[in-house]
C-alpha cells in the first residue's frame, strides 16, 4: 500500500478520536432522553482547560484540565435542564455561545492577544509492540497517542454497560419511558445528571485531545462545529456504541480527505476540503429520517 494511503489511514483515526469521545459522551445524554447541543461549548471548554493544566502541569495536567473544563458546562447544563426544567435545546445552544464567549476572552486575558500560538506539550504516539508492526492497520491503529487507546476500551466497555449492567438498563428505560423507569424505582435526575456529567467529562477529553494530541496549541473556536458534527454523528450510528465509532471513522475519513489530496497534488481550495465533513453532516441527518429510532423520550422533559 502506497505511503499516502498508509497516511491517510492513520489521519483517519486521528481525527476520528476526538469526535468518537465527544460523540461517546453525547451518546450517554440522549439514551437518557436529552439532547445537549452544548457539547460544541464543551469541547471548546475542554481545548481550553487543557491549555490552562497543559502550561503547568504538563500533558497529565492538560487532559485533567480538559476534562474539568467540560464537567463545568454539562454541570451548567445538568442544573438548568434537569432541576430547573429548562428547554434543552436553548439551554444547550446558550451554553455552546457563552463557552465561544468565555474562553476567547479568557484566552485574550491571561495569554495576550498578540496573535502569537502558544507551544504546548503533546502526547506523543506510543506504538503498541507487535500489533503496530501489522501490515496496513497497524502503524493507522496502533500507533496513536494513548488517548486513542482509551478510546478503544470505551467503545465496547460502553457496549457492555448498555446491554448487560442493571444501571445501563435504567438509563435506556430513562430515554424511552421515564414513567415506567421511575415506578421502578429508577432515581430519573440522578442518573440524567451522571450521564450528563460523564458527556460533558469526555466532551471536554475530546477538546484536550485536539490540543494535546493533535494541534499542540490552542485557537478561539478551534471546536470549529465540531459538536454538531457529534450530533450527526450519533444519529448515524444509531445510537448505538459500535455504530457511533463507525460513524466516527467515516466523519474522520471525510476530514482526513484534505490531507490525501494535498499529497497527491490536488491543488483545490482548501475551503472545500474543510466543508466535507459538513456536508456529510447534511446528508447523515437527512439519510437517517425515518430509518433510525431515536430514544421515545429524546429532548422531552422527564
Known sequence: MSDIALAF??????????LALAAMGELLVERAG???LGVEGAILAGAFGALAGATTGGVSGGFAGAVAGGLVVSAVFALFVIWLRA?????????TLLSVGVTGTLYRSVYGDAGVALTLPTSAPWPIPLLSTIPVFGP??????????????LVPVVA??????????ALRAIGELPAAAEVAGVPLRRFQAGAALVGGALAGLAGGTLVL??????????????GFIVIAIVVLGRWQPVGVALASLLFGAAS??????QAM??????????????????????????????????????
Open 213 to 226: 494530541a493533535q494541534a499542540g496549541t490552542f485557537a478561539e473556536g478551534m471546536s470549529s462545529g465540531r
Open 140 to 153: 493507522a491503529c496502533f500507533a496513536q497517542p494513548p488517548v486513542t487507546y482509551f478510546l478503544y476500551l
Open 160 to 169: 457492555w454497560w448498555f446491554s448487560r449492567t442493571h444501571a445501563g438498563l
Open 256 to 261: 482526513a480527505l484534505q490531507f490525501a489530496f
Open 34 to 36: 436529552m439532547i445537549n
Open 9 to 18: 489511514l492513520a489521519a483517519t483515526v486521528r481525527t476520528a478520536t476526538p
Open 87 to 95: 428547554d434543552q435545546i436553548i439551554t444547550g445552544t446558550a451554553l
Open 265 to 302: 497534488g490536488w491543488h483545490a481550495p482548501y475551503q472545500l476540503f474543510l466543508a466535507v465533513p459538513y456536508l456529510l453532516s447534511l446528508a447523515a441527518l437527512t439519510g437517517a429520517v425515518g430509518h433510525a429510532r431515536p430514544p421515545a423520550n429524546l429532548g422531552k422533559s422527564a
